[in-house]
């Protein structure tokens, strides 16, 4: 059981800019929930818990002088279709202390079920937008003496660059230790062409999801009874399910990635274990980071979120009796459309929508709120290339960074192994009735793919 001790309003230690940040039509349709993420610390015997909250609670006040926007609150604009803007008022990020009497090793390989979700902050979502608190942080002391830090942040902030960018800099002030690369706060580069221009593709994010064949909604599939698994993945499994998608590949293209094999390979078991008719459209729904994809690029240290959901789209027949690269070319094929003109022809489509509200999805279990990406589809949001992890604030680095929750149907997490030896881990939600199938599929995939049995 996690009990709470004390909570703290960490404000800017010295005073912010109090204008409005912009809010950019990237970042408006991005879900209004908090994203929730855990790391976990070992025993620290040579450290009180009392100066590691008094540590966090200087350097996180430190922190919030260059990324100020955390400190601030979001607000409804007037008759505006779900937007929002950002007051920078320095209210301040919540810092929680709390106690648990598990152990670390309570918690088993670290599965993101509601267990590991107490160690989170949670936030009431029928209160005012304007009293939530954009990052809140919470400090567990096990009875084994480690600790965990978990956090919540707001996706209409910042998204997982941005987020590692604070974490590493938030780190370096509790060391003592200068600070290299400064957040650029100027969202103005990801507005709207004024006018907007008419769209000059097909942007899958604004189209609804497939349903199954035969379904009208998908009402029946959001209220199925879901679990949450952890895939474990060595380095040898991760270099042999590359070299499955490369069979084959014209010589043409360039070798796909561990990142669409990995993803080529679990959305092929996915439909496998659902049991799809052979002619269901699905679609795998990932997330593009464009930092380097803009002319020019974005600068270094960008604070906001620069990342566009994109389908990779395919017959669940196809997927299942060709070999693994057609699902990689797929997601590849998805991947490059991703250029300049595609991200602000996507921006401009923000821009002109009546209603965002539908499109939003939320970090919160069984919502019932806009689009769902659910079965016949999946929804994949890749870690790999972050560097979330090794995160030291004078006490040494984590034992285990992940997600604290998995939140609807088909949705998934893909991250690095912690000791950096090349493996992923991949937690993903799942309606109950499949998972079993599931993993027998995935590692089958891989241990008879010599017998070509996939």
């Known amino acids: 059981?996690?009990?709470?001790?004390?909570?703290?309003?960490?404000?800017?230690?010295?005073?912010?800019?109090?204008?409005?940040?912009?809010?950019?039509?990237?970042?408006?349709?991005?879900?209004?929930?908090?994203?929730?993420?855990?790391?976990?610390?070992?025993?620290?015997?040579?450290?009180?818990?009392?100066?590691?909250?008094?540590?966090?609670?200087?350097?996180?006040?430190?922190?919030?002088?260059?990324?100020?926007?955390?400190?601030?609150?979001?607000?409804?604009?007037?008759?505006?279709?779900?937007?929002?803007a950002l007051n920078?008022?320095?209210?301040?990020?919540?810092?929680?202390?709390?106690?648990?009497?598990?152990?670390?090793?309570?918690?088993?390989?670290?599965?993101?079920?509601?267990?590991?979700?107490?160690?989170?902050?949670?936030?009431?979502?029928?209160?005012?937008?304007?009293?939530?608190?954009?990052?809140?942080?919470?400090?567990t002391k096990f009875n084994c003496g480690g600790v965990s830090l978990g956090l919540a942040t707001s996706h209409i902030m910042?998204?997982?660059?941005?987020?590692?960018?604070?974490?590493?800099?938030?780190?370096?002030?509790?060391?003592?230790?200068?600070?290299?690369?400064?957040?650029?706060?100027?969202?103005?580069?990801?507005?709207?062409?004024?006018?907007?221009i008419p769209p000059q593709f097909n942007h899958e994010r604004f189209n609804p999801p497939p349903l199954l064949i035969g379904r009208s909604d998908n009402q029946e599939e959001r209220s199925k009874e879901t679990t949450v698994a952890m895939f474990h993945l060595s380095k040898t499994q991760v270099e042999k399910l590359k070299r499955m998608a490369n069979v084959g590949r014209a010589t043409n293209v360039q070798s796909y990635s561990r990142y669409e094999a990995v993803a080529g390979h679990l959305w092929r078991c996915?439909?496998?274990?659902?049991?799809?008719?052979?002619?269901?459209?699905?679609?795998?729904?990932?997330?593009v980071n464009f930092h380097n994809r803009m002319l020019p690029p974005l600068p270094q240290g960008y604070f906001g979120n620069a990342y566009l959901r994109i389908a990779a789209s395919s017959q669940s027949g196809e997927l299942m009796t060709r070999p693994l690269g057609h699902a990689s070319s797929k997601i590849r094929e998805a991947m490059e459309m991703v250029t300049d003109d595609y991200v602000r022809s996507a921006i401009d489509l923000v821009k002109v929508q009546r209603d965002l509200t539908r499109f939003r999805t939320y970090?919160?279990?069984?919502?019932?709120?806009?689009?769902?990406?659910?079965?016949?589809?999946?929804?994949?949001?890749?870690?790999?290339?972050?560097?979330?992890?090794?995160?030291?604030?004078?006490?040494?680095?984590?034992?285990?960074?992940?997600?604290?929750?998995?939140?609807?149907?088909?949705?998934c997490f893909v991250f690095r192994g912690h000791d950096g030896d090349g493996s992923l881990t991949i937690a993903i939600r799942l309606q109950v009735a499949h998972m079993d199938a599931l993993k027998e599929f995935f590692y089958k995939g891989i241990s008879d793919w010599s017998c070509s049995k996939l």
Not at 273 to 281: G, K, L, P, S, V
Request: contains cysteine; hydrophobic residues 35%; aromatic residues 10%.
């Open 1 to 84: 059981m996690v009990v709470l001790k004390n909570s703290f309003t960490i404000r800017p230690a010295e005073p912010t800019p109090r204008s409005g940040i912009c809010i950019s039509d990237c970042d408006q349709d991005k879900p209004i929930t908090h994203a929730p993420l855990i790391y976990f610390y070992g025993s620290l015997p040579c450290l009180s818990f009392a100066s590691i909250i008094e540590t966090l609670k200087i350097s996180l006040s430190k922190a919030l002088v260059s990324f100020y926007p955390l400190a601030g609150r979001l607000y409804w604009t007037t008759g505006n279709g779900g937007r929002v």
């Open 158 to 196: 910042i998204d997982g660059t941005s987020f590692s960018h604070f974490m590493s800099t938030w780190a370096k002030i509790a060391r003592g230790e200068p600070l290299d690369v400064l957040p650029f706060l100027d969202r103005t580069l990801l507005l709207a062409r004024d006018p907007p």
């Open 270 to 287: 996915t439909c496998k274990a659902r049991e799809h008719e052979n002619n269901q459209i699905t679609k795998l729904y990932f997330a």
């Open 363 to 411: 970090h919160t279990v069984g919502s019932t709120q806009g689009h769902f990406y659910g079965n016949p589809n999946i929804e994949i949001t890749s870690w790999i290339g972050l560097p979330l992890k090794n995160v030291d604030f004078g006490w040494g680095k984590e034992i285990y960074m992940g997600p604290a929750n998995v939140a609807f149907d088909g949705k």
């Open 88 to 139: 920078c008022n320095s209210m301040g990020a919540r810092l929680y202390e709390a106690e648990s009497d598990a152990k670390i090793e309570d918690f088993g390989d670290f599965c993101p079920t509601p267990k590991l979700r107490s160690l989170v902050p949670s936030m009431d979502y029928s209160d005012p937008l304007h009293q939530l608190p954009l990052l809140l942080v919470q400090l």
